[in-house]
């Protein structure tokens, strides 16, 4: 006998029960968020003022920092709020548009770091024919096809989720509705299903990774041949982008490549790639790149000027 679904809206259990925990949370999390904001316009700004657009480099990380503040934007205002709440709802059709924002996001910041990744190579191994190879028409073709991935990637998952029956219960453990969660309530068996899921996500993320690491691996081999200062100068513009990877593709991995199942630790490391990393890609792009803090300087220094003149 076929399920229907009549389950119109579902409750989370968000990050804790317990209220003075919750009352924490909202102070930290709120922080984080402001800081999200600020640190991620902040490079936007720099960028296009202090006209680092003309790089491709910079090109992808003011829009690796407008998609934080929209990854995140979409996930921690509704949760901080939640966190206010006695009783966690949120509609059946804003759980399905939080699923695919959120998919559509992460999956495109997922391509924007493998994009960036592929222009330090060329920019390190072929410096010759950098801007020949990454002119600005084949880098808003490649902006484009990280928008496209994700949101194909995307349209799949919610299009795996939106024809399941949901009969009850209607609690989602999360503070957010994710892909494995909303699995677990459905009630029909979601193997076949679960399987498509780790193919879509899963793969991503490896095809994704291993991209990332073949770059960076043919990037240490061509500078074995190149001397000491210049290793350091081409490891300094790598060392950002490798850190970046790191925080993001760690929880990515532990979530979406593995079989349908949740653990209690899933909202932890949840926290840690849509609230962590977004706020952390500002800080470590600015305090290890020296070119984005002489333009932060050289911005300061107009704020300033303007300030004093207009006094």
Known sequence: ?????????????????????????????????SVILLGNLLIMLTVYVGNLSKSPMYFFLSYLSFVDICYSSAIAPRMMVDLL?????????????QLFVAHFLGCTEIFILTVMAYDRYVAICKPLHYMTIMDRER????????????????????ALVVQLPFCGPN????????????????????YVVGVVVIANSGIITLVSFV??????????VFLRKQSA???????????????????FFGPCT??????ETT?????MVAVFYTIITPMLNPLIYTLRNAQVKNAMKKLWGRWVFWGAKGK
């Open 229 to 247: 200062e210049g290793r350091r100068k081409a490891l300094s513009t790598c060392g950002s982008h490798i850190a970046v990877v790191i925080i």
């Open 254 to 259: 532990f979530m979406y490549m593995r079989p």
């Open 211 to 220: 991209i990332l690491l073949f770059s960076y691996i043919l990037i240490l």
């Open 85 to 97: 709440a006695k009783t966690k709802t949120i509609s059946y059709v804003g759980c399905m548009l």
């Open 139 to 158: 880098c808003n073709k490649m902006l484009l096809g990280t928008w496209l991935g994700g949101f194909l990637h995307s349209i799949v998952q919610v």
């Open 1 to 33: 006998m076929e399920e229907i679904s009549n389950v119109t809206e579902f409750v989370f259990w968000g990050l804790s029960q317990n209220l003075k925990v919750e009352k924490v949370c909202l102070v930290v999390f709120s922080f984080f968020y």
């Open 171 to 190: 609690e989602i453990d999360h503070y957010f509705c994710d892909i494995h969660p909303l699995l677990k309530l459905a009630c029909t068996d979601t």
């Open 263 to 267: 653990f209690s630790e899933d909202k």
